[in-house]
């Protein structure tokens, strides 16, 4: 089971790339939701307000991602989709990379936009910290307190996050693990009757 993916650590700086007169900053930004773009877009076209394009291309989730590319302007498919390619190069998700064009007086031809993007793009990935996470399932082990130093070297041995603990009668265990590694743990905290594993999605 496929339980990992590559995202940005934090946003890049802009990187620049020229031809022939045009000037292309390149800018990448980790995403936690779609609402962030509209915010990054408008600081950016603040910051170059004297520019011609802010185009761009996002793509967000994990097991079925959204994208979206938007060329602003540019010929279409010159500029969104380049840039979008490179984030599919970079085998990236939950991103989105920006492209702010001043244009230097000379039209660049499709051919011209296309590869002027997509460098701009390939720039600020490059320039971006890339990180591989793990997509995690939530879950909780109830066990008495006898087994509670057996549940607790599971937790040790399969790299399980400790989300809260609650303590009563019983101690439950709010909890998250690898996708991958779940099956594995539900049939382990199984042979530590009277402890249960519930899942909580």
């Avoid at 390939?122 to 320039?127: I, N, S």
Wanted: contains cysteine; aromatic residues 10%; hydrophobic residues 35%.
């Amino acid at each position: 089971m496929e339980d990992q993916y590559k995202t940005l650590k934090a946003p890049s700086e802009p990187q620049l790339f020229k031809d022939r007169g045009s000037k292309f900053f390149g800018y990448a930004f980790p995403l936690s939701s779609v609402d962030e773009v509209s915010g990054h877009l408008e600081a950016l076209k603040k910051e170059h307000h004297t520019a011609r394009h802010w185009c761009y291309a996002y793509q967000i989730g994990k097991t079925k991602p959204q994208y979206r590319a938007n060329d602003d302007g540019e010929p279409a498919n010159s500029a969104g989709a380049p840039i979008y390619g490179q984030i599919q190069a970079f085998e990236l998700t939950d991103v989105l990379v920006v492209v702010v064009r001043y244009f230097g007086g000379t039209k660049l031809g499709v051919g011209g936009l296309i590869n002027a993007y997509r460098t701009g793009a390939k720039l600020a990935l490059e320039a971006s910290p890339i990180e591989t996470r793990y997509i995690e399932t939530p879950f909780v082990i109830k066990t008495p307190y006898s087994l509670l130093g057996r549940v607790m070297r599971l937790i040790d041995e399969e790299d399980i996050t400790i989300v809260r603990q609650d303590s009563a009668q019983d101690v439950s265990l709010h909890l998250r693990v690898r996708a991958s590694r779940l099956e594995r743990v539900k049939n382990a905290v199984e042979k530590l009757y009277p402890a249960q594993f519930i899942p909580t999605n």
